[in-house]
């Protein structure tokens, strides 16, 4: 991938690979079992710089280019969905909403301890009336002065207990539509205080929280276990206008640009799962044997594990190059779409496949690729699911179809 990567990136992956194997590797399995957020390694995390990768160094964080982020998401997935969307979406989610629809105020108070990680963010969008359709958003903000008075509730919000910085989501206008809706930052206390400390992480306290913020029950998920999912609720939240982000109303075009740069994360994300299922089904099957042959010299063993290297390099490519165009500024929710569904749907079938060719062994906890297949089917619903990303797809081809007329 030398037409992507130059000698940084390569670096840059060495350095995960070697922090995965030696933080992750150790603790992932027993992490999943119990359902219980990393703190430790979220630490180790921000300590490498992992969290602000492409936060300017002017605002606490590593002032890398966009592919580097992509590149430490792929390669903690590669080992650990739940270590990997950890970063993805507190830095994509959480931190970049603020960085680049914020006011300077803004920024400079929140994102530097969100890029040092001494913090964790997200971003609060989902509700129970308005998944693939955001649009239709019921959390109500009514202006009193100065300030707006929030209502409602968000769903499957990732470092919703965890977490203390968050962009939300609400209606302002709701004659308007989706012209009619705006973000606004909240906070809130972390729900593990004791964890926090104990780690050395610190917190917003000092800057005060935001009154009515909550989190609600931690979900019990099928994958991403060690990753903090519940719902985020908000009542009677006071927020001051001073944590408006960006024109009152520009709220849904903001997310939907939001949505296309997390989609491209959840992409590498994908990818990195569907490479680590592979990693383990030719280390098993060159090391087992059956028939006095080892499993990976029957040809339609073979046939399997190549098929899927193919599309890892294809998905590569798609994700690389909506990183690219990301980077340069040119239009990308196409590209980002096309990646999203493509690596998410590989790496469901790449989980499957490693699975199958272990047998057994696949199917039990002492290898990991019984945890990626269950982390990898949300890859296929979060960010948008797949048929929201052909829908993405589908009209951006119409509208090429029409300009060349």
Known sequence: MDLYLNDHHRALVKR???FAEDAIVPVARDLDHTSTFPWENVRAMGEEGFLGIPIPKELGGQGMDGLSYLLVVQNLARYDASHAITVSAHTTLGTTPI????TDAQRKRFVPPL??????????????DAGSDASRSRTRAIREGESWRINGSKIFITHAGVGEVFTVTAVTDPER???????????????EPERVREVGMGSIESEGYTEGVRAGKKEDKMGWRASDTRELLLEDALVSDENRVGEEGRGFVNFM????????GIAALSLGIAEG???????????????????FDFQPVQFRIADLATEIQAARHLTYHAAWLMEQGRPFSKEAAMAKLFASELCMKATIQAVQVMGGAGYTDEYPVERMLRDAKVCEI????????KMVIARHLVREAAELM
């Open 115 to 128: 890029a040092r990680g001494e913090v964790l963010g997200g971003f609060g969008l989902t509700e129970p």
């Open 382 to 389: 979060g960010e948008g699911t797949s048929e929201v990303q």
């Open 177 to 191: 539509g989706s012209k009619g809706i705006t973000n606004f930052i909240v906070t809130k206390p972390t729900t």
């Open 277 to 295: 299922a592979v990693d383990a089904a030719l280390e098993y099957t060159n090391k087992r044997k059956q028939f006095g042959r080892k499993i």
């Open 99 to 102: 960085l680049r629809f914020g």
């Open 257 to 264: 640009k939001t949505l296309d740069s997390g989609r491209v």
């Open 16 to 18: 995960v690979r070697s």
